[in-house]
């Protein structure tokens, strides 16, 4: 796992909000927002597609966990489609987690995620949700990263 520190700016996002147990459901909804982004032309090898854990699975029961995947689109874009919702990320400081684009090695990232910060001093910050970011070129290479925001 290769692991840095990032300055990730705040984004504005098309985003589809799927509620229920966190796994392999959201990919669907992951794949109904790339086609959207194709059929606005927005889909290129420099997108942005973000995955936001909205609640801890730990605290929250399993169906009401809510999971956002988010298009990172222009700040001038505009559409009015019925089921797309627009928001922006929070921007700040992130430890990046970069991990192969496999479902077992984001499982493995994600039960292993805390006790890497605490290795390395750093402080979670519960303010901000973590973020799965898959970008087109990592992707074609067979990674994704994980963004935990960090004080």
């Known amino acids: 796992m290769d692991i840095n ?7 504005k996002i098309a985003y589809i909000r799927r509620t229920g147990p966190y796994g392999s459901e959201n990919v669907q909804v992951m794949e109904q927002l790339k086609s959207w982004a ?39 874009f505009a559409a009015d489609d019925a089921y797309i919702q627009f928001g922006r990320t929070m921007g700040g400081k992130y430890c990046v987690f970069k991990i192969k684009h496999t479902a077992d090695a984001v499982q493995k990232a994600w039960m292993k995620l805390f006790s890497e910060l605490s290795k390395r001093n750093h402080e979670f910050d519960d303010r901000r949700p973590i973020l ?16 935990a925001p960090i004080l």
């Open 5 to 11: 520190i990032e300055m990730i700016a705040s984004y």
């Open 132 to 147: 799965e970011r898959y970008v087109a070129q990592m992707i074609s290479e067979h990674y994704c990263e994980i963004c």
């Open 38 to 76: 194709r059929e606005k032309n927005l889909l290129n090898e420099s997108s942005i597609i973000l995955g936001i854990a909205q609640d801890n699975p730990q605290s929250t029961e399993p169906g009401n966990c809510r999971y956002d995947t988010g298009f990172v689109v222009p700040e001038e």
